[in-house]
């Protein structure tokens, strides 16, 4: 099943006099449940293709449709009642509110919903467990690591079970071990949930936990490899020589 559908997408910066095309006419497609990578070198567009898929950014042209819901002619508040209800959302910088614990800052979400209590708790604790921070629910984001502040990020966007999530270099700020604890339990949610999820990085081990890795270059998909019953580390080596061609994509 297609969860999102982009055709023709188009981003342009500027005026008549200095346009700067970022995205020519990309094509995608992903299906409920899959893992899913944007790789590109720095300049490349990945950034700005996931700002329009997340409905971050507008297109100048194309439509991209989530659960069959075409949403880039929207008027704000329409949009804002769709992201609501479709959208999870993982940063690099966390983007947690320092005045909330732990479990108030995963809530969020809920409360904008009007989730009863009973409810919105039940669902903290299944998502916190899962992720490992249950534990951490009274502590407020000043008390705990940046592998744990991102660990309530991705909590915040998985809670409301969100059509999709986006994850834009969740890993970016987090050191290996936190990296690698963040991806196991993204992985291991993917599995069990049929999450969907869509992350831009720059990390080839990073994007070795996928199942999809979509490579971007000047504006356009150059290409892509799909995991299969490839090991993580043969999937590793497969993106490592496809950067190689790509000429490298370090930041």
């Not at 604790?125 to 629910?137: F, N, P, S, V």
């Not at 081990?205 to 490579?215: D, E, G, K, L, T």
Request: aromatic share 8%; with cysteine; proline share 2%.
């Amino acid at each position: 099943m297609i969860i999102l559908q982009a055709n023709k997408i188009h981003k342009t910066y500027g005026n008549k006099f200095n346009k700067q095309e970022v995205l020519k006419g990309i094509d995608l497609r992903v299906n409920k449940g899959e893992f899913v990578s944007i790789m590109g070198a720095s300049g490349s567009g990945k950034t700005t293709l996931l700002n329009v898929l997340s409905s971050i950014d507008r297109v100048s042209q194309g439509t991209i449709e989530i659960e069959g819901k075409e949403f880039t002619g929207m008027k704000e508040k329409q949009l804002a009642e769709f992201r609501k209800h479709h959208l999870g959302f993982i940063f690099q910088e966390y983007n947690l509110l320092d005045t909330l614990t732990v479990r108030e800052n995963v809530l969020l979400p809920l409360s904008i919903k009007k989730v009863s209590k009973k409810e919105a708790n039940e669902k903290f604790k299944e998502i916190a467990t899962e992720l490992g921070i249950y534990e951490l629910m009274d502590k407020y984001p000043g008390e705990i690591s940046g592998g744990q502040k991102q660990r309530t990020s991705a909590a915040r966007a998985f809670v409301h079970d969100p059509s999709i999530i986006f994850a834009d270099e969740p890993t970016g700020a987090l050191d290996s071990k936190s990296a690698s604890d963040l991806l196991n339990k993204l992985s291991d949610m993917n599995e069990k949930l049929q999450s969907t999820i869509v992350m831009v990085t720059h990390d080839p081990v990073a994007a070795s936990y996928c199942s999809r890795v979509i490579f971007i270059k000047d504006g356009q998909i150059y290409t892509e490899l799909n995991k299969g019953e490839e090991s993580r580390q043969a999937f590793f080596n497969d993106i490592i020589k496809t950067q190689g061609v790509l000429g490298g994509v370090q930041e």
